[in-house]
């Protein structure tokens, strides 16, 4: 496999008085998939697209194999990227519109063919790409971004639109990919696919990194010392835990699923044997991808919503 790394270093660029990126810096590498997330307006989208030469930077370079993307000779042999789903022409059948990406960079209608297949959508390909519905147009992205067998391969929120089978469809298409050797990149609001797709996960906010991490390095480190104990007589409980220098949170609001904090699980079993608390579970607590990148994002949220009040949500 080519050179397969995308180099982001110093990323600056402001549009009128915001400040889009504010020194973004990371490396993807080849050989596996990297989660590219971040609240709305954190500078995802910026980023991609000075990548790929469609925003000049004030400051700063992004290479692609050492090389910007101007730079960059067939630049769909070295990069394939799907940035926006609805980017095509309506009237073009979907076979017609990889033909065309395809003349351009001097690849002949057996490569097209050849992506069709493995992106599902031989049955479609004959017809109007403006009746593609979303998850078809996201099959044709990847299609088109496969044309040149690229090395590198970024991809914005490609499990948008996709139902259960494309979902699970597009999770091994990812881990095939990365297994090749490629650099795959993957913006995406889903933590709960980039938890079963992505080894690695580059989190920002506000134009910059907040976390630069595998998976499970961020994962291990949210469930720190946590413990999840399920009792029947949760008052009682956190009475006991609190006393022996447990902090005790109610994780589900009166269920009798408490967190727990301070103390190892078996000091845990312990303490409410002794006090004679009934309990059916005492376990580490394991994160979720979710609660580590909400609790890393917390103070980079430029839009924030007001939770809804009691007598709204009865309404």
Do not use: C
């Not at 980023?47 to 925003?55: C, F, K, W, Y």
């Not at 609001?189 to 797709?197: A, N, R, W, Y």
């Not at 079993?269 to 979720?288: G, I, M, Y």
């Amino acid at each position: 496999m080519r050179d397969a790394t995308i180099e982001v270093a110093g990323l600056r660029k402001r549009f009128g008085v915001t400040l889009a990126l504010d020194g973004m810096t990371f490396t993807v590498s080849p050989g596996q998939v990297t989660g590219f997330v971040g609240p709305n307006g954190a500078g995802k989208s910026t980023t991609m697209r000075v990548i790929l030469g469609l925003d000049a930077p004030d400051a700063g370079r992004a290479l692609i194999g050492g090389r910007s993307y101007q730079g960059l000779r067939r630049p769909l042999t070295r990069v394939g990227a799907l940035l926006d789903a609805a980017a095509l022409q309506p009237s073009r059948t979907g076979r017609n519109h990889l033909l065309w990406l395809a003349h351009s960079q001097g690849l002949g209608p057996r490569r097209v063919d050849e992506v069709i297949a493995q992106s599902g959508l031989e049955k479609a390909a004959r017809r109007k790409a403006g009746g593609y519905s979303l998850g078809m147009r996201q099959r044709l992205g990847i299609a088109a971004a496969m044309l040149g067998d690229p090395p590198v391969l970024m991809l914005d929120e490609p499990f948008n639109g996709m139902d259960p089978e494309g979902i699970v469809w597009m999770r091994g298409f990812l881990a095939a990919l990365a297994a090749q050797g490629r650099a795959v990149l993957v913006s995406s609001h889903l933590m709960s696919e980039l938890q079963e797709t992505a080894g690695h996960l580059v989190i920002v906010g506000r134009g910059k990194v907040i976390a630069d991490t595998s998976v499970a390095e961020l994962i291990a480190s949210a469930s720190a010392d946590r413990v999840t104990v399920r009792t029947t007589a949760g008052w009682d409980a956190a009475t006991a835990l609190g006393g022996a220098g447990a902090t005790v949170a109610d994780a589900m609001g009166g269920s009798g699923v408490l967190t727990v904090s301070g103390l190892p699980a078996e000091r845990i079993v312990a303490v409410l044997a002794q006090a004679k608390v009934p309990f059916s579970e005492v376990t580490a607590h394991r994160a979720s991808l979710e609660e580590a990148y909400m609790e890393l994002t917390r103070d980079a949220v430029e839009y924030r919503a007001e939770p809804a009040r009691e007598q709204e949500a009865a309404r």
